[in-house]
């Protein structure tokens, strides 16, 4: 079982490197796009959607590493008052009957939306905005999916420390 928890923590590296990634890029293209805007009185359409198709990349690429490394919000008020038990119990019931079952139920209707756009050779409605609107809706199966497997690789981890096996 750690071998596979390995796996999959990889695949979470990975998508946040990737998401890293993006947000760099992201901050340059910002930071040119205002310097042309205000400096040199140019403005390019395609450029600025490709800001939010790259802050999509760093939000939904992002979100399987932040739940696998226990970054994400919860409510602790409550939480701090159990037992460590209690909250390993409440992480793996958490997990496996709301954020992977959640992330699934988006897989499985976003594929009919990616797909559609797809169909349609969707593109921006904008005049100069970029061509392939699928391709950054294709990115929400993807992500979703990806996040299953940090919440599986989470809650696995967290069943092995309930029973005294912790990595």
């Not at 939010?52 to 399987?64: A, I």
């Not at 050779?121 to 996040?147: Q, R, Y």
């Not at 940090?150 to 981890?157: K, P, R, T, V």
């Amino acid at each position: 079982m750690i071998s596979l928890i390995r796996f999959l923590d990889n695949i979470q590296r990975i998508a946040f490197g990737v998401s890293m990634v993006s947000m760099v890029v992201m901050v340059l293209l910002i930071l040119f796009n205002v310097s042309g805007r205000y400096w040199f009185d140019f403005n390019i359409i395609g450029l600025q959607e490709l800001e939010w198709y790259l802050f999509s990349m760093v939000f939904l690429l992002s979100m399987g590493y932040v739940i696998r490394t226990d970054g994400h919000v919860r409510v602790d008020m409550l939480r701090e008052k159990m037992s460590w038990r209690l909250q390993f119990l409440l992480d793996v019931f958490g997990t496996f009957f709301f954020i992977i079952p959640f992330c699934g139920l988006i897989v499985y209707h976003s594929l009919d939306f990616v797909s559609a756009s797809y169909a349609i050779g969707e593109v921006s409605v904008n005049p100069g905005g970029l061509p392939m609107v699928w391709l950054i809706k294709g990115l929400i199966p993807v992500a979703f999916s990806i996040t299953i497997l940090g919440a599986l690789a989470h809650g696995l981890e967290t069943i092995m420390a309930l029973r005294g096996n912790a990595r």
